[in-house]
C-alpha cells in the first residue's frame, strides 16, 4: 500500500488553521437594519429571531450595537407612515430612511448602504408603478395563454422613480445605494442621475442576479412588503436559470454597477461562483430572511447547532466567491470572530 500522500497531515490542530483556504472576518459582513417610520419602540420580528424593527429616534442607537460587534457596513430598510400606488415616500425628503440617514452619518462611523427599491412603499407591495400586462394582438398574454387582464410593473416608469431614491438618499447622506428590484436598466438610470446630481463618488451594488425565491417570507414580514396579489416572478429572475443570470450581471457591469450581488445565497451557490468567474467586480451575497430563518428554527428544535451552522453558511458563502456577505447573523458571526 502506497501511502506517500497523506492529506491528514495537514488537518491536526496546530497546522489545520495555517492551511485553512477560507476565513470570516467582520469587515466582510454587512448588517441589515430596519426603520419604522410608524412606531415610536423596537419592535420585534416574530419570523426573525433577534431582529427588531426601530423607529427613526432610535436607528443611531441600533447601528451603534452592530459597530460594538466589529461589523462596519449596514444595509437601511424603511417602513414609512404611509403608501400609495406610486411610492411617493419613498423619495420624500423626510422619508424614513432620508430621516435616519442624516442620524446615522453624522452620528456614527458606520458605512451605510441603502436600499432603493419601491415595495415598502406601494399600497400594492410590488417594485414601482403598475400597468396592463403586455398583450398580444390576439388578446393572449404574451407570456401564455388567454387569460384575465392582469397587472404588472411599470419598468420605464419605475426607472424614472429609481433615479429620485437614489438621489434623495445621497443627498442625505448614503454611502452607497443598491437598487434590489430588478428593472432593467435601473443601474444606467441610477448612475447617470447620481452623476448629473453631483454624486458620481456614490457607488452602486446592484442586486443584479435576483431571484423570485420562497426564502423572502420572512423580510416581508419585517419590510411589510410583501404583494397584495400575484407575486413577483414577471421582473424577478426563475430559478431554473443560470445563464440568464450571467446575462443580468453582465448589462448591469456594462451599466456602471461597482458591486454585484446575488439573492438568495445558499440556493444559488454555483450562481455567485460563476459570477467571481467571470467578472472581476466584488461580489456580494444576501443570506435571507429564510435562510436564516429555517437555521433558527432547527436549532430552536435541538435538531443543530445554530453557531455552527451559521458560521459553516457564511463559511460556504465566501468560500463560493462572495468578497461581501449581508447577513441577518452578521452581529452574531462577528461576536465570535
Known amino acids: 500500500m502506497d501511502l506517500t ?13 495555517l492551511v485553512s483556504e477560507t476565513s470570516l472576518e467582520p469587515s466582510d459582513l454587512i448588517a441589515p437594519v430596519f426603520v419604522d417610520a410608524t412606531t415610536d419602540e423596537r ?20 447601528v451603534e450595537d452592530v459597530l460594538e460587534t466589529g461589523v462596519e457596513a449596514v444595509m437601511l430598510f424603511g417602513i414609512p407612515e ?10 420624500a425628503e423626510d ?30 407591495g410590488h417594485c414601482g408603478p403598475l400597468e396592463e400586462e403586455l398583450r398580444s394582438e390576439s388578446g393572449v398574454a404574451a407570456d401564455g395563454p388567454a387569460c384575465e387582464p392582469s397587472m404588472t410593473v411599470d419598468n420605464d416608469a419605475t426607472l424614472a422613480a429609481l433615479e429620485k431614491i437614489a438621489v434623495s438618499h445621497a443627498r442625505a447622506g448614503a454611502d452607497m445605494v443598491a437598487p434590489s428590484g430588478m428593472m432593467d436598466g435601473m443601474v444606467g438610470a441610477i448612475r447617470s442621475a447620481l452623476d448629473r446630481e453631483g454624486f458620481a463618488n456614490v457607488p452602486i451594488m446592484s442586486y443584479a442576479a435576483k ?5 423572502y ?7 411589510d412588503g410583501a404583494p397584495t396579489f400575484g407575486n413577483r416572478r414577471h421582473y424577478q429572475m426563475d430559478p431554473a436559470n443560470a445563464r440568464e443570470a450571467m446575462r443580468e450581471v453582465r448589462l448591469d457591469a456594462e451599466q456602471g454597477a461597482d458591486v454585484m450581488m446575488v439573492k438568495p445565497a445558499l440556493s444559488y451557490l454555483d450562481i455567485i461562483s460563476s459570477v467571481r468567474r467571470e467578472f472581476d467586480h466584488p461580489v456580494a451575497a444576501y443570506n435571507v430572511s429564510g435562510e436564516y430563518a429555517m437555521l433558527h428554527a432547527a436549532a ?7 453557531e455552527a ?24 458571526i462577528a461576536k465570535q470572530l
Open 43 to 62: 419592535r420585534p420580528i416574530e419570523s426573525m429571531p433577534g431582529h427588531e424593527r426601530v423607529p427613526i429616534a432610535e436607528s443611531v442607537a441600533r
Open 5 to 17: 500522500h497523506r492529506p491528514r497531515r495537514l488537518r491536526q490542530d496546530r497546522v489545520r488553521g
Open 82 to 91: 404611509s403608501k400609495d400606488p406610486e411610492g411617493t415616500r419613498a423619495w
Open 95 to 124: 422619508g424614513v430612511v432620508q430621516e435616519a440617514l442624516r442620524r446615522i452619518t453624522s452620528e456614527t462611523d458606520a458605512y451605510v448602504i441603502t436600499d432603493v427599491c419601491l415595495c415598502e412603499y406601494t399600497d400594492h
Open 211 to 215: 431571484y423570485e425565491s420562497a426564502f
Open 309 to 332: 451552522v451559521a458560521t459553516e453558511s457564511l463559511l460556504s458563502i465566501k468560500r463560493a466567491g462572495a468578497d461581501l456577505i449581508l447577513t441577518y447573523f452578521a452581529e452574531d
Open 300 to 306: 430552536e428544535k435541538g435538531w443543530l447547532d445554530l
Open 217 to 223: 417570507g420572512p423580510f416581508r414580514d419585517a419590510a
